[in-house]
């Protein structure tokens, strides 16, 4: 005979109650749990344990276990050694002003390094030394005078990239163009080849100064002073003033180049510079005060070979140089492709 074991069954709806201790609970007390029994019923949950090789925040049930800093009952004193950092700045940084331009010491005598020192310290740009640095302080008041608050003229010279390609007229053009937007505009003739753009312009009937007429000059040159000397024309109240060269006599020099564009500059007048394609003493030193150089080129194979050669010269200045294509192309060149071929390096 063979014996048969009773197994009772379990309904879907019978209950079965599971105690589980809880490790993070007090000792003694227990966490019950219920879960519905049956053949599809869910494992119970067991409780999570943190693996202590884990790294990371712990779990959201045990963040308030953490222990808090205490809060500070007291302010601390601030030594009296130590600055008060100013609104906006943090406490890292440097409780100096900032160095601003236009800010000058004045000092009779040598100074001391301690005062120049604490003058530095102060924003200030340079320590004026009385009365050595009077001839100095006199031309930092005119050019304060006379500068435009916030502006500074740009400088854009213009140089043609073979013989005819109109250099004289775009620069002409450029100048005309200028107070036509209301700007002021001083157009500098540093061609000595050039005949002079008073023709150009058609004022070579007005009376005013040329180069030949200013003196070699290693200073300040008054801006007021010049465009009152020099021959131009006005539009709506916006004046285009002329420094061009004669039919006789020596080219421009540098160090005059220099001063009148420095005098445009402060007027905040867009300075504008005709230059030779010969490289000359006044051509180097209008390049290097110039922020655009503008070539001229003729849209022709003979003209661009010989454009080729000015933008290399060019590129050693280390300027930044810009293309303009003047039309009709025989070749069928097109402006892109005479543009990417002056801009390939030889």
């Keep these: 005979m063979s014996a048969s074991v009773h197994k009772p069954h379990l309904s879907t709806g019978a209950r079965l109650t599971l105690a589980l201790r809880n490790p993070h609970a007090d000792r003694g007390s227990r966490e019950t749990r219920e879960t519905t029994g049956g053949p599809h019923a869910p494992p119970p949950r067991l409780p999570h344990r943190r693996n202590p090789r884990r790294r990371g925040p712990p779990p959201r049930r045990q963040r308030h276990l953490r222990r808090r800093p205490r809060r500070r009952q007291g302010r601390t004193q601030r030594p009296l050694d130590r600055p008060t950092p100013r609104p906006g700045r943090r406490p890292g940084d440097d409780p100096r002003p900032p160095r601003r331009d236009g800010v000058l010491v004045l000092h009779p005598g040598t100074p001391s390094t301690a005062f120049l020192s604490a003058a530095f310290d102060a924003g200030a740009t340079r320590v004026v030394c009385l009365p050595d640095d009077t001839p100095w302080l006199s031309g930092a008041l005119a050019d304060a ?91 709506n109240g916006t004046r285009l003033t002329l420094l061009s060269g004669t039919h006789t006599g020596e080219g421009p020099a540098p160090d005059a180049v220099e001063a009148v564009i420095a005098a445009g500059r402060r007027t905040g007048d867009t300075v504008i510079c005709d230059l030779p394609r010969h490289p000359t003493p006044a051509m180097r030193t209008a390049l290097s005060a110039a922020n655009l150089v503008a070539v001229v080129v003729q849209a022709d194979v003979r003209s661009c070979a010989a454009a080729h050669r000015i933008t290399t010269d060019l590129r050693h200045h280390g300027v930044r140089l810009g293309v303009v294509v003047r039309g009709p192309s025989p070749s069928k060149l097109s402006p892109q492709e005479i543009a990417q071929t002056l801009a390939t390096p030889s």
Excluded: H, M, Y
């Excluded at 435009?148 to 003229?153: E, K, L, Q, Y």
């Excluded at 400088?155 to 990239?161: D, F, K, N, S, W």
């Excluded at 109109?166 to 061609?191: K, Q, R």
């Design 145 to 235: 005078a006379e500068s435009t608050p916030g502006r500074t003229g740009p400088v854009i010279a213009v140089v043609g990239g073979s013989g005819g390609a109109g250099a004289s007229i775009f620069a002409t053009t450029l100048a005309l163009t200028s107070i036509n937007a209301g700007t002021p505009a001083l157009l500098i003739d540093c061609d000595p080849l050039s005949g002079g753009l008073d023709l150009v312009l058609g004022t070579e009937s007005k009376e005013g100064l040329r180069w030949p007429d200013i003196p070699t000059t290693t200073g300040r040159v008054s801006a007021t002073k010049l465009k009152q000397a020099l021959p131009g024309r006005a539009k």
